[in-house]
């Protein structure tokens, strides 16, 4: 398309129109921290011959992919916090058993050993909490969201229990 067509001859695909259309909001809205009411959602949406129901559809969809994308950022912190830990143990384990074996021989011999196949399973930890694709993370989210889960409802009926005992 060229700026010298005119205006009736121009057609989009609906694609072509969520891109122009997102370029154009993020262009207007110089203030990243912006925000928009539901209003005017649902005035732009009226413009465009969105149903109400289908902008509800949509903003429920969305809702619920901002919860997920806030749940895999936890589950992503939580497994770094994990492995800061776990390299934390093996750092002062290994120094202190390398500093025992100096001082006790004078050379370094059996920490190394342990130093080195330790480090094997430290190297594991490391593919494993930094491969954030594949079937063993989506497997480990999962399982990670389920313990989650379970947990805020022991939380929500031990805490709803207490208030009862105290009325």
Not at 23 to 32: E, P, T
Not at 33 to 38: A, G, L, T, V
Not at 88 to 116: P, Q, T
Not at 128 to 154: C, D, L, P, S, V
Request: proline share 1%; net charge negative.
């Amino acid at each position: 398309m060229t700026d010298f067509e005119p205006k009736s001859l121009r057609s989009y695909s609906q694609e072509d129109v969520q891109q122009i259309l997102q370029l154009a909001i993020a262009r207007q809205a110089d203030d990243q921290d912006k925000e928009f009411s539901y209003e005017l959602l649902l005035e732009i949406a009226t413009e465009l011959e969105i149903s109400p129901d289908s902008l509800k559809l949509a903003e429920r969809d969305w809702r619920s992919q901002q919860s997920e994308i806030q749940q895999r950022q936890a589950f992503d912190s939580y497994r770094l916090t994990r492995f800061r830990k776990r390299f934390g143990n093996y750092a002062i384990v290994n120094g202190c058993l390398i500093l025992v074996d100096f001082i006790g021989g004078g050379v370094l011999s059996w920490s190394l050993y342990i130093l080195l196949f330790w480090g094997m399973a430290v190297g594991l930890d490391i593919w494993n909490t930094f491969q954030a694709k594949g079937e063993e993370y989506e497997m480990a989210f999962q399982k990670w969201h389920r313990k989650h889960q379970i947990k805020q409802t022991i939380n929500t009926v031990l805490n709803k229990w207490f208030k009862a005992l105290q009325a």
